[in-house]
């Protein structure tokens, strides 16, 4: 049996950009995909929403029942320059017509120098850099440590508490949370350790100690405890993304960068979640003008389509020996083309200034409704990823429970929202940047009446 999709499944901006909920949500389509599902789809896999997509783009998700939800997801931050967007679509259908796959190791294509050329530029840092590309931000982010272990000759990787760097053994193991990512997964990688993040709205002795003190811990664990000269990279997030858009203390990750310069040590920045575009920079390590030596990249970079890279200091890169790094679908040339359509978009439509732009009307609104709840503990985030910490009112004991109950009220009115956080108690909005005004600003309405019915 096949679902018959609505007549206007054709996603892009096109599409009619409204909220509609004419069905009971999930609808009588995405129950029967759902049965279909639970038979042929191990338990395992989890989904947020319990709809199923027909089309995409501007601000909206169409489901197969036709119901039109306003999207403050983007698919976990990846299409940042909206679904369907013209130039993504232009371009990776070119490509598609042209050639789908050589392989890169056997036979090479212009695409993907194209795709390393604009990344050596856009990373911060004037030196000499070199792009590597792969599928996803889980493999980039293996590489980059297989890059740091053979520049150094050094094994061992320094990561934060409330990481998430991936689901691979090495990622896996590098990622903070027990459960889901590694409950009942191990043994898990060794030379992984773990120093504490300067967090500042859950820092025990108040956010004004955050970074100093978090920063001593970072020093000693090094230092004192697996040696300096055995560490090959420290690997950080400049916010942390599934740690619940956690934006460190001021003055902690520049610390964290001279301390690694000063002992050899590389550092790499996992701006999967963060780059491209999301944060109204290119990468987020530019607020703090940090200069990673290694950048990673995955997400928002092909809009949709699986790329992943690793951009950095050329000595770093051409460490690793010819043959040493690869994958048969690594830079595939329609994913390289469709990350030509999204750096089109970005500079077409100043898509860096529409993040400030989106997320100083999300903080504007979130304040608003912060001031008739007492359950928002902390707002933060930065340009177009802004995240709500919500608190049993009167502590800072995460509420769970609101979050669960806020995320249904949501999916049932037509707004996809998706959660974060260590205890599961964040609510982050990563909308695309193609989000109308208007249906931000009613997305935010049906958020406060969730807030309100809590
Ligand atoms: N590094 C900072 O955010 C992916 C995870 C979804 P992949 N985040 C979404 C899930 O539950 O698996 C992520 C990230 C950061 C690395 C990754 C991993 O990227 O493309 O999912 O492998």
Known sequence: MTTTLPAHAVGGPDLPQVRRVSTAVPGPRSNALA??????????????????VAAAGGGVVVDVDGNSFIDLGSGIAVTTVGNCAPAVVARATEQLRRYTHTCFLATPYEPYLEVAETLDRLTPGAFEKR?????????????????ARAATGRPAVVVFDHAFHGRSLL????????????????????????????????WPSGPEHCAAEAFAQFAHLIDAQ?????????????????????????????????????????????????????TGAWFASEHEALVPDLVVTAKGLAGGLPLAAVTGRAEVMDAAHPGGIGGTYSGNPVACAAALGVFDEIRRHDLLGRAHTLGEQMVTHLRAIAA??????????RGAMIAAELVHPGTTDPHHDAVTSVT?????????????????????????????????TEAFTVLGEGFASL
């Open 35 to 52: 049965r279909r599902r639970a038979a042929a789809l191990p338990a395992g896999l989890a989904s947020s929403a319990e709809v199923y």
């Open 131 to 147: 792009t590597a590309l792969f599928n996803t931000g889980s493999e980039a982010v293996e590489n980059a440590v297989k890059y």
């Open 372 to 381: 008739t709840t007492g359950v928002i503990g902390e707002i933060r985030g």
């Open 171 to 202: 990622t896996m193991t590098m990622t903070a949370k027990n459960r889901p990512y590694k409950h009942g997964f191990g043994p898990f990688a060794p030379e992984v350790y773990r120093a504490p993040m300067a967090y500042p709205y859950r």
């Open 226 to 278: 697996i040696g300096p000269d055995q560490v090959a990279a420290v690997v950080v997030e400049p916010i942390q993304g599934e740690g619940g858009f956690i934006v460190p203390a001021a003055g902690f990750l520049p610390a964290v960068a001279e301390f690694c310069r000063q002992r050899g040590i590389l550092l790499v920045a996992d701006e999967v979640q963060t780059g491209i575009a999301r």
């Open 408 to 440: 249904r009220h949501c999916q049932r009115h037509g707004v996809l929202t998706l959660t974060a956080g260590t205890h599961g108690n964040v609510l982050r909005f990563l909308p695309p940047l193609s989000m109308p005004d208007d249906l931000l």
